[in-house]
T-cell receptor, first 113, second 114 residues
Framework: QKEVEQDPGPLSVPEGAIVSLNCTYSNSAFQYFMWYRQYSRKGPELLMYTYSSGNKEDGRFTAQVDKSSKYISLFIRDSQPSDSATYLCAMSESGTSGSRLTFGEGTQLTVNP | KAGVTQTPRYLIKTRGQQVTLSCSPISGHRSVSWYQQTPGQGLQFLFEYFSETQRNKGNFPGRFSGRQFSNSRSEMNVSTLELGDSALYLC?????????????FGDGTRLSIL
């Protein structure tokens, strides 16, 4: 069983829709949670970085962490065609292993004009 | 501020050869991590270097090695290449002062093994 599970999609939505992306994890030692966006032929771009349970908002993006359920989410409001990309969740432990990120397999999102 | 720079962008090699990939981190960043991305396995951690020392290592065979120079630039070497080594190799950098700082990625080197 993978430490981080993420539905690979593909997910297709109309422009302006609210998008919900999710990951579950099994390793209780994960303390830091990230969302990356990866366009074709590019490297992952950091979108959100969170530590505690709860919500963190940045513009149209909201990251949600529920450590008790081992579940994280990324919400995209008013989605745009430029949001079409692969979204990767990533997690790390605290301490000396913290630099090692464990990724979900990514969800491919298409926003249709 | 320039981002993480990886060279070359594309490489074609044959089985049995060796290859060296280069990564220049964001200015001021001292930690460099390497990841392998494949369609089947996704992104997997290879190793991390900080102050010219390997600080973390993933579960890859010894054919995969790396080093870091005093200016924080890093190289990754893969020897005796196998077909399964075909992948996008990504480098990420961070300040490295704390263990859980956000990591910023380059656009990768796409390695194809024939």
């Amino acid at each position: 069983q993978k430490e981080v599970e993420q539905d690979p999609g593909p997910l297709s939505v109309p422009e302006g829709a609210i998008v919900s992306l999710n990951c579950t994890y099994s390793n209780s030692a994960f303390q830091y949670f990230m969302w990356y966006r990866q366009y074709s032929r590019k490297g992952p771009e950091l979108l959100m970085y969170t530590y505690s349970s709860g919500n963190k908002e940045d513009g149209r993006f909201t990251a949600q962490v529920d450590k008790s359920s081992k579940y994280i989410s990324l919400f995209i409001r008013d989605s745009q065609p430029s949001d079409s990309a692969t979204y990767l969740c990533a997690m790390s432990e605290s301490g000396t292993s913290g630099s090692r990120l464990t990724f979900g397999e990514g969800t491919q999102l298409t926003v249709n004009p | 501020k320039a981002g993480v720079t990886q060279t070359p962008r594309y490489l074609i090699k044959t089985r049995g050869q060796q290859v060296t990939l280069s990564c220049s981190p964001i200015s001021g960043h001292r930690s460099v991590s390497w990841y392998q991305q494949t369609p089947g396995q996704g992104l997997q951690f290879l190793f991390e270097y900080f102050s010219e020392t390997q600080r973390n290592k993933g579960n890859f065979p010894g054919r995969f090695s790396g080093r870091q120079f005093s200016n924080s630039r890093s190289e990754m070497n893969v020897s005796t290449l196998e077909l399964g080594d075909s992948a996008l190799y990504l480098c990420a950098s961070s300040l490295g002062l704390r263990s859980n700082e956000p990591q910023h990625f380059g656009d990768g080197t796409r390695l194809s093994i024939l």
